[in-house]
Structures are given as structure tokens and as C-alpha cells.
């Protein structure tokens, strides 16, 4: 028989935990992308140079492998294969079809969420660019247009007024596979993400983040802050939400990811969910924060080990997204020596996914970003100095690109 193999669905920078974690378990991977440049290719045994959405395709070129589990982290689009492939090689853990739609389609997650109480708002959802115009002259502006099957803020657009909306519904459409669009009524309030792995039925850990938004009309996140300074009885009601949606859409073991917005009258409002790990570094953010190793966990589940996600410590952690602050295309020129960064005393993580010659481009979506730095402090008035610190020896330094790209 062969030797048994993690099917990871994805290469790029999120990924690169998952091929590190099965590395350090001699555990060997398939790494599944339709782009062969991605940075978890080099880390991986083997690459299939296949759509993580082609689950069909993906069984077909691993016909008679031994496949110990599938698993995947920080993508939505690759949810309902993790579900097929895990059915169809009976892996030890069977990715939920539920937990597929509902983070796929965010119109079914707001069904969920009103079948289970949670509160909801008023929304519009349909591949009719038209009948939506119809709908948004009933709803409150500002609006948020978005991609009803995206991830990563593409194509996701704050509208002010309906002289904006067209251009928001073709920009949205043109970035969903489906070409489906929701509009929803925004919510002002405070941002949050509240992030969960669940085991047996039961919360095993959970981590609640404070999120800090881009200025400007996408919605990017450039950055979370944990633990988030919530009172006891907003975190426990977050907590009960949190788990009452997982166990609707039969998430009894594993990770999901909320946001959440809590506007000033107090009340909860839960926008969409990604059940699965959160991007951005995260996992190097729970490590910051609680001592928790959220991908050994992970890998653990996917290949049928005990795992376990007990927290180690208490700190205060930030994590912040590198990105180009300029609004065109732009050379890396240089950066500081990333193991100095990585020593000092208040960085727990950093990496970054460019070197000096590449040409980066302007932060227009989440797949854009340079890299994470990660830190941690004991007194959360401390975390400004430490940030500051990191950034400082990290010394990112970017000019327009000469020529267009």
C-alpha cells in the first residue's frame, strides 16, 4: 500500500502552516492549487496542479492513494470539496456539508442564523443585477455589496447612495463564481471576530478579536487585536451564539470563524461565518495570545488524532497585516533581516511573502498583503510600543514600480 498523504487544498500563505505542521510529523502532503507559484508548493511532497473547487478532478488524480485526511485553512471557495473529498476517501473526519453552504453562500447563513435566534438585518440576494436595484431603493444606505461565494473582501464595496450602486453590483458579480451579489443594510457599531474550535459538541477554545478596519469603502482588515476588552456577560453571549451556529450547521468538532458587529444600542449582529481557521495569521495570533496550537490541532483532527486546544497562558496580542500603503503598483526595494525581528522580545511571529525585486500591488483585497507581524505584551497598554518596535525593524520600503503590471 502507499504511503498515506494529507490532501491540503490550497498553497498560498495561509497554507503554510498546514505543510510546516505535517513537516515537523513526517507526515507526507499533496499540495492542491491551480496556481503553480504559490509558496506552500516548495514545502510540499507532491503537487497537483488542479482547482481546490474540482473535487471530481482532485479524487480522479488521487485514485488509490491512501489519503490519511483533507484539510484546508483561511478559503471558503475550497469547503465543498473538503466535504466530498473527505466522504469520498473516508478520511477519519468528515468535513460538514452544512458548514460548506452556509460559509459559501451568505444568504444561507443568514437563514441559519434567524432559524437559531441570532439577530438579523435586512439583506437582498440574487444573481439580477436589476431586481437588487429595485431592492436597495427599499433598504437604508449605506449598503455593503458583496459576492455571495467570495472571500477575502473581493469585491466587497460600502455604497453611499444609489449613483454608486451599479458600479458596486458589477464589481461584486464579477468577483463571485456564481455571479451572485447580496446587499445588506450596514451596520455601525464595533467590529469584532469571534473565532471557535469546537470539540464533542462543546467550545474548547475560544479566542474574540477586536478587528481593526482599513480606512476606505472594501472593508479590509488590517489587523486584530486579542484578547478582545469585552465586559464577561457581551463575551458570553458572543460564546453562545458562536456555539449555537456551529451546532446548526453540524459542527461538532472543529474551527469557525464569526464576524461580528456590536452596534451601540448593544445589540449582536453576526454577518457571516468561515467554518474554518481564520486567515491573517491567526493561528500565529492564538499562539501569541493563549499558547495554543490551533494547526496541530487541526492536522490532528483531519487525520482522526486526539487533539487538544487547551490554553497555556494569558497574554495581550496584536497582529498586524503588512500591506503597500500605496495606491499603485510598487517595487519592494528592501526589508530588514526578518530572524532580527523574530528575536526580539515582544514579536512572536512575522513573515512576509515578498522580496526585494517583486513588484506588489496596491491593497485591494485580502490576497494582497505583504505579511503579518505578530506581538505580545503582559498589559495591553503596552501593545502600541511593541507594535510600533516590530514595524520598525520589520522596515518595509517600497517605490512605484518603474513599468506597468
Known amino acids: 500500500m502507499s ?20 513537516r515537523r510529523r513526517g507526515l507526507r502532503t499533496v499540495a492542491v492549487d491551480m496556481r503553480s507559484d504559490r509558496p506552500g508548493i516548495p514545502l510540499a511532497d507532491e503537487f497537483l496542479l488542479l482547482s481546490t473547487t474540482d473535487a471530481p478532478a482532485i479524487a480522479s488524480a488521487l485514485d488509490g492513494r491512501d489519503v490519511a485526511g483533507v484539510v484546508s485553512t483561511a478559503a471558503d471557495t475550497c469547503l465543498a470539496s473538503w466535504h466530498e473529498l473527505s466522504v469520498h476517501f473516508g478520511t477519519p473526519w468528515t468535513y ?9 453562500d451568505k444568504s444561507a447563513f443568514h437563514d441559519l442564523a434567524a ?13 439580477d443585477l436589476v431586481s437588487l436595484t429595485e431592492s436597495a431603493r427599499g433598504m437604508r444606505f449605506p449598503l455593503v455589496v ?6 477575502g473582501c473581493r469585491g466587497v464595496l460600502r455604497v453611499d447612495s444609489m449613483s454608486t450602486l451599479d ?17 445588506e443594510e450596514y451596520l455601525a457599531g464595533e467590529d469584532y471576530t469571534v473565532n471557535v474550535f469546537v470539540r464533542a459538541g462543546e467550545l474548547a477554545l475560544s479566542v474574540i478579536t477586536e478587528k481593526n478596519i482599513a480606512p476606505g469603502p472594501r472593508f479590509l482588515i488590517a489587523g486584530h487585536t486579542a484578547p478582545a476588552d469585552l465586559p464577561a456577560d457581551v463575551e458570553a453571549a458572543l460564546l453562545d451564539d458562536a456555539l449555537r451556529l456551529c451546532l446548526a450547521m453540524g459542527l461538532t468538532d472543529g474551527p469557525a470563524n464569526f464576524d461580528v458587529i456590536i452596534t451601540p444600542d448593544g445589540t449582536r449582529y453576526t454577518l457571516e461565518v468561515g467554518a474554518r481557521m481564520s486567515g491573517n495569521g491567526f493561528p500565529q495570533l492564538a499562539r501569541a495570545m493563549a499558547g495554543v ?21 494569558s497574554r495581550v496580542a496584536r497582529l498586524h497585516v503588512l500591506t503597500s500603503p500605496l ?42 498583503k505583504l505579511g503579518w507581524v505578530v506581538v505580545s505584551v503582559a498589559d495591553r497598554a503596552d501593545l502600541p510600543a511593541a507594535l510600533e518596535t516590530a514595524l520598525s525593524a520589520v522596515d518595509i520600503r517600497l517605490e512605484p514600480a518603474a513599468v506597468s503590471v
Open 3 to 22: 504511503e498515506p498523504v494529507l490532501v491540503v487544498l490550497g498553497a498560498g500563505e495561509e497554507q503554510v502552516v498546514l505543510y510546516r505542521e505535517a
Open 96 to 104: 460538514p456539508a452544512t458548514a460548506a453552504a452556509v460559509s459559501m
Open 115 to 127: 432559524s437559531v435566534g441570532v439577530p438579523t438585518y435586512r439583506w437582498a440576494q440574487s444573481d
Open 146 to 151: 458583496k459576492p455571495t461565494d467570495a472571500s
Open 167 to 183: 458600479h458596486a453590483l458589477a464589481n461584486a458579480a464579477a468577483s463571485s463564481p456564481r455571479g451572485q451579489v447580496i446587499i
Open 293 to 313: 496550537d490551533c494547526v496541530r490541532a487541526l492536522v490532528d483532527l483531519a487525520v482522526g488524532e486526539p487533539f487538544s486546544v487547551r490554553p497555556e497562558h
Open 327 to 368: 495606491d499603485v503598483p510598487a517595487e519592494l526595494v528592501s526589508l530588514g533581516d526578518l530572524a532580527e525581528v523574530a528575536a526580539l522580545p515582544v514579536v512572536d511571529a512575522v513573515d512576509v511573502f515578498a522580496a526585494p525585486g517583486d513588484i506588489v500591488q496596491p491593497f485591494t483585497e485580502a490576497g494582497r
